[in-house]
């Protein structure tokens, strides 16, 4: 079966601490995507990153960067030097069947406040 | 075009009310979902139509839950005989069709049943 296991519920750190948000995740397709999305208080899903599953090059953005690791079936996210801004609620999440825009299977997600 | 918008934002409710939400997606996406996301869970797949077309159902869609797409473009999602355990924050989102597109998603409706 699928699912995303995000075990952090809350993270708080203070400012311009680094912390990274772990996710793993469970599928018997080969072909599947990987999303992390961010939720501020407004409610709106913000979407930061897509991966597919034939490439495990780790990514960076700015502040964010994202290490993928098929060997451990996980996701993780990384925010350096943390800013007030940052703080969310951040979804990590898996589209199957090879299609990026299928549905989308979401984790509990990982509340992060980052304090002044 | 700003965007997947859903109107309303906040809805209360009787218990036992019908209530309709509306979500219109970004104008050239074909496929719309809806979502429904509870107190500290992430959202969870309800359905999915690509055009006007309903291709897929959640188990969670219960008979009282009904959503259309007549058109192809705005979406409805009507909740009958509302319960207490349908509060919950309803998201919708919309997406092209593709490898490598994702689901852009609104700002969501709040229900709450009292």
């Known amino acids: 079966a699928q699912k995303v296991t995000q075990a952090q519920t809350e993270i708080s750190v203070v400012e311009k601490e680094d912390v990274t948000l772990d996710c793993v995740y469970e599928?018997?397709?080969?072909?599947?995507?990987l999303f992390w999305y961010k939720q501020p208080p407004s409610g709106e899903l913000v979407f930061l990153i897509r991966?597919?599953?034939?490439?495990?090059q780790n990514e960076i953005s700015g502040r964010y960067s994202w290490n993928f690791q098929k060997s451990t079936s996980s996701f993780n996210f990384t925010i350096t030097a943390s800013q007030v801004v940052d703080s969310a609620v951040y979804f990590c999440a898996l589209s199957e069947l090879g299609d990026s825009s299928y549905k989308l299977i979401f984790g509990s997600g990982t509340r992060l406040l980052v304090r002044p | 075009d700003t965007g997947v918008s859903q109107d309303p934002r906040h809805k209360i409710t009787k218990r036992g009310q019908n209530v309709t939400f509306r979500c219109d997606p970004i104008s050239e996406h074909n496929r719309l979902y809806w979502y429904r996301q509870t107190l500290g869970q992430g959202p969870e797949f309800l359905t999915y139509?690509?055009?006007?077309?309903?291709?897929?159902k959640s188990r969670l869609l219960s008979d009282r839950f009904s959503a259309e797409r007549p058109k192809g473009s705005f979406s409805t999602l009507e909740i009958q005989r509302t319960e207490q355990g349908d509060s919950a924050m309803y998201l919708c989102?919309?997406?092209?069709?593709?490898?490598?597109?994702?689901?852009?998603f609104g700002q969501g409706t709040r229900l709450t049943v009292v």
């Open positions: 139509f690509q055009n006007e077309a309903q291709l897929e």
């Open positions: 989102a919309s997406s092209g069709t593709g490898r490598n597109t994702e689901a852009f």
């Open positions: 599928t018997r397709d080969t072909t599947y995507y």
């Open positions: 991966r597919n599953s034939f490439d495990e």
